[in-house]
Structure formats: C-alpha cells, structure tokens
C-alpha cells in the first residue's frame, strides 16, 4: 500500500565517496528508488577522528537527512557504523540500515581458519567490532590491519596511483603472509582498489564487501515499513566538501559525471 513517504528519497551517507560502493549495489537491487547521497568531504577521514565527534556528527547528519525528507537512512560507512549507528538509531524516527565489516560471512567461508580485515584504525578499534570478531569469528585467527591514509590516497590520487600501491604494499602482504585466505573489506573506499588488492593476494582468496547485503537489507526494511518503490531512479549527490572538486573525484570513480550539490546538516 502506498504511504504519503513512498516517493521520497533513501539517505545515504558516508565521510566521503567510499558510500558509492554501497549505493551502486543499492542502485543495482532498488532501481524504483531515488537517492540522496551525502559525502562529509569536508571532515574526511573519519578514520582517525575521535569517536565522540564522529558520533556526533553522525547524529546531526541523520537529523539534517530526515528534516530534508529522506524516508530511509543508509549508513554506508563502516568507521561511522561502528561510532555512531546505536544513537542513530536510539535518535531517529526512519528505518536505518547499517553495515559493519563482513566478519561473519568470511568465517563460514575461510578454509584456512585465517581470515584478513583491512578497514580503518578507528572501526577496529571499536567495542563494536572487538564484539563482532567474539561472536562470529572466535574459532578462526582473525588478522586485523588498520589501513591509515588510504581511504584519502582512493580518493585523492586514484586506486590505481603509487600512492595507493605503496600502502597497499605494506598493509595487505601481512595478510598474505599470515595465510588469510578470505579478506574483509572493512571500509566502503576500499572496494574501488579492489583489483589492486587481489593483485597482491594469492590468486583463490576471496574479498569480501557488505554493499549487496546492505541492499537487501534495504529493500526488507523498506518492505516492511510499506515504503518500497515510489521513485524513479533519479539520483542526487551532495557534499560539504568543494562541490567541484568532489564532482572531479566523482568522475574518476563512478566512471561518468554527476553533479554535485552543496549540502550541510543543519
Ligand atoms: N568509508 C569509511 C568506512 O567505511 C571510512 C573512510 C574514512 O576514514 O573517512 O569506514
């Protein structure tokens, strides 16, 4: 049955455009829904902030979305999940759909009992993730490697760049020597190195990123509030970061130009 917020947009929010790994899946599985991104370019990394602030920022951007008329919020980063999505949740009156490093998936898939997890300092560093690896992962060695500076060199200098390639170097042989043959991708930029990663991991280990579960996820939380559909697939980005200089990062990484709104909570 149709509500009065069907056709309203799904939020999606991330410090950055590592989210558009999660959105292009959302996109892929919801093509009925239309989208409003938010990248908080301007305080990126949140990796390395303190849990306090991006808890806070985490709420005012969810309050800023439902005042803007979002029928439904999609955490689509890792660090702020970790942070931030039980005050989301505990604050906001919209379905929340969160992700978290796909820990559990890659204990039932490990052969080798040792399972990699890049994401960033902060994610690891979590009560959250600490409770996930106990829950899920406690019979397998779980070998964890903050990646600092990634996220950033993604976005700033392109998966493909030396930059990248020198910190993929030192973050993700260790996981290779340590004979993780499944390994999480913990953090949304991440995936757009994705091919850089394999590279430097043997040839049969797997990756693993959340973005097609979050999609379902989605679409059953949609379901049952009687909110799916209503869209047309109209997509908007936005940031409070330089909308130029983001639209140019949005280029490189999602293969075609968009526009780039302004945007701040408030
Ligand atoms: N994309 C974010 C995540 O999934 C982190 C990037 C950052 O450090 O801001 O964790």
């Not at 306090?52 to 890792?78: H, M, P, Q, T, Y």
């Not at 600092?148 to 700033?156: C, R």
């Not at 340590?178 to 590279?199: E, F, Q």
Request: proline content about 6%; aromatic content about 6%; glycine content about 10%.
């Amino acid at each position: 049955m149709a509500t009065p917020f069907d056709h309203h947009p799904v939020a999606v929010f991330d410090s950055g455009l590592g989210g558009l790994t999660v959105l292009r899946a959302l996109r892929q599985r919801l093509p009925g829904e239309d989208f409003f991104y938010f990248a908080d370019t301007r305080f990126m990394p949140y990796g390395d902030r303190a849990e306090s602030f991006i808890r806070e920022r985490g709420e005012l951007i969810a309050a800023g979305l439902a005042r803007r008329g979002a029928k439904a919020l999609v955490i689509a980063c890792n660090t702020l999940t970790a942070a931030a999505a039980e005050g989301i949740r505990a604050s906001s009156a919209l379905p929340v759909v969160a992700l978290e490093p796909g820990v559990k998936p890659a204990a039932s898939l490990t052969r080798s009992g040792v399972i990699g997890v890049l994401a960033t300092t902060r994610t690891l560093a979590s009560e959250r993730f600490r409770r996930l690896v106990e829950d899920y992962a406690s019979r397998c060695r779980v070998l964890v490697q903050p990646c600092p500076g990634l996220a950033e060199a993604i976005e700033q200098e392109g998966a493909d760049s030396p930059a990248v390639a020198r910190l993929l170097d030192n973050f993700v042989t260790p996981l290779a020597a340590g004979g993780a043959d499944v390994v999480v991708l913990g953090c949304t930029h991440y995936p757009w190195a994705s091919a850089a990663i394999s590279r430097r991991l043997p040839a049969a280990t797997v990756l693993l990123d959340t973005g097609e579960a979050v999609a379902r996820q989605l679409e059953k939380r949609l379901a049952s509030a009687s909110l799916l559909g209503g869209g047309q697939g109209r997509l908007t980005i936005s940031s409070s970061g330089s909308p130029a200089a983001v639209a140019a990062t949005v280029e490189r990484l999602w293969g075609s130009a968009l526009p780039v709104e302004p945007w701040e909570p408030a």
